[in-house]
């Protein structure tokens, strides 16, 4: 069946974001048609200016639109304590808890040799050079709790325990093979209060 290259095309574009198949992506691409056009505007515009404007931040590697997240730059914040997690949107499941007041540090991934990915592919030599620079008491490994996350942890345990440095894991009342992103404020506030020590 002939579509016009402009609908395959927007097909093919919404095909490139994870989790979207080809029916959904005739769903949204046929949805955008619908659109007024002062929205489908201020669509191309926010995802233009997300692109163009987020970046690292440089010392935690969060994602952010300054130098410096507010994480990072809130000085009530505990600085004795970094909680490891893989990705940016882990810190906005933590935050939701609000039951945590540390930093953090984003890995940017998981050790995964399957998939290529090794420590030097992540942000760990950024976190060694935090621990050497900042007075740190505690190291909180925040990993997802699968195949990947558990060798991050483990990786990062043995890396940083003869440093003398307190090392937790936070327990597991998240479910095996799920992700940090999607687990509830009562069922992650309850993983920080059982994390132990490694």
Known sequence: ???????????????????IGPKTA???????????E?????????????KRDLRQCRICSNI???????VCADKNRDRSVICVVQDPRDVIAMERTKEYN??????????SPIEGIGPDELSIPQL????????????I???????????TAMYLQRLV????????????????????EYADEVTLTKALEGRREL
Do not use: W
């Open 1 to 19: 069946m002939y579509v016009p290259e402009p609908i395959s095309k927007l097909i093919e574009g919404f095909m490139r974001l994870p989790g």
């Open 26 to 36: 005739q769903r949204l691409a046929f949805h955008v048609l619908v659109m007024e």
């Open 38 to 50: 002062e929205d489908v505007l201020d669509l191309a515009k926010a995802l233009a200016r997300a």
């Open 64 to 70: 952010t639109d300054q130098d410096v997240c507010n």
């Open 102 to 111: 540390g930093l953090y540090h984003v890995l940017n991934g998981a050790i």
């Open 128 to 139: 060694l050079k935090r621990l050497e620079d900042e007075t740190v008491a505690e190291l």
């Open 141 to 151: 490994l925040a990993t997802n709790p699968n195949i990947e996350g558990e060798a």
């Open 161 to 180: 325990k003869p440093v003398g440095l307190k090392v937790t894991r936070i327990a597991h009342g998240l479910p095996v093979g799920g992700d940090l």
